[in-house]
């Protein structure tokens, strides 16, 4: 009986450090799935439940068994999430994470990580969308593709074709952190001024700015767009929207952003899309519950 209980916890240790070991990469799967920490979290708890409950004697390649049940189980809830969506107030936008102490994410490459691709991922089919990250994220192969996502390899390849027919334009947008960073840095200063001219110089034509608020109180409820109008809204809340706050620079989904500080507490997380032309999208993030990652974690 003692050997035996002994066996039991050796096997259950050997669960949690295998589960451990690809754990970063599981919910790297899953946040690229859903955009929210939360429901990350939760399919990976979901997963461990799994993987606990499972023979796992009968299980050759545990990371794949692993990915697969994420995988499956992020499509399930992004079957659901659009619903939900539904009753959110105003635009909604990915969940920022701060990528400073996690650059890949659990990736082994920062692919499908940025909030452009975030955004235009959205587009896709929940089997389209995991096909894409299985591919460009995380480098699988076709053929593994196919058995987690349950296809044949030849729908697994065209998959993943219509999905970057689909981000074309958003993979052509992309520009270096540098210029990223300096372009919202100016773009900081011409609106703390309030100067609507400058303001204009930074943004493309069709430039649009989303703010994430969900009923928060200044958040604007819909898009604004065009190059005028944006650099007008931007204008017209300086005189008040910057006043006694500070502003910290930290990078979330591997691109720079800025933080609004107010009492301690982050009030407001603003990055920005870019080009070489200027600003595409402004991003804004006020709602409370999705500012609790945009800080390092610190021990």
């Known amino acids: ?92 936008l990915p969940e920022p994470v701060n990528t400073d102490d ?46 987690v996502i349950s296809s044949s390899v030849v729908s697994a390849r065209q998959l993943v074709s219509r999905a970057r027919a689909h981000l074309s334009s958003t993979r052509n947008a992309h520009v ?22 400058e303001l204009e110089a930074l943004f493309t034509a069709d430039v649009v700015s989303y703010t994430d608020g969900n009923g928060t109180k200044l958040a604007a409820r819909i898009p604004v767009v065009g190059r005028g109008r944006v650099a007008q809204f931007v204008a017209a809340f300086a005189h008040h929207f910057w006043i006694g706050k500070t502003i910290d620079w930290v990078q979330v989904n591997g691109q720079p952003a800025a933080t609004l500080v107010e009492g301690g507490e982050v009030t407001t997380m603003v990055t920005a899309t870019t080009s070489s032309e200027g600003i ?7 709602s409370p519950q999705k500012l609790g990652h945009v800080n390092a974690v610190t021990a």
């Open 1 to 92: 009986m003692a050997e035996s209980g002994f066996g039991e916890t050796a096997d259950l240790d050997e669960a949690v450090r295998v589960f451990d070991t690809h754990r970063r990469r599981l919910f790297g799967i899953a946040y690229r799935m859903l955009s929210t920490v939360a429901d990350a979290e939760d399919i990976v708890q979901e997963t461990w439940i799994r993987w606990q409950n499972t023979d796992r004697s009968k299980i050759q390649e545990p990371v794949a068994f692993l990915t697969t049940i994420t995988t499956r189980l992020s499509i399930n809830v992004l079957q659901s999430s659009h619903s939900r969506r539904e009753t959110y107030i105003g635009p909604w």
């Open 280 to 286: 595409l999208q402004l991003l804004w993030v006020m």
């Open 176 to 197: 270096d952190p540098v210029a990223q960073r300096r372009l919202l840095e100016a773009f900081l200063t011409a609106a703390q001024k309030g100067d609507a001219h």
């Open 102 to 147: 996690d650059p890949a994410l659990g990736a082994e490459r920062a692919e499908a990580l940025q909030f452009a691709i975030l955004l235009t991922l959205e587009k896709l089919t929940p089997t389209e969308r995991a096909a894409y990250i299985l591919r460009e994220a995380f480098d699988y192969p076709y053929p593994r593709i196919a058995e």
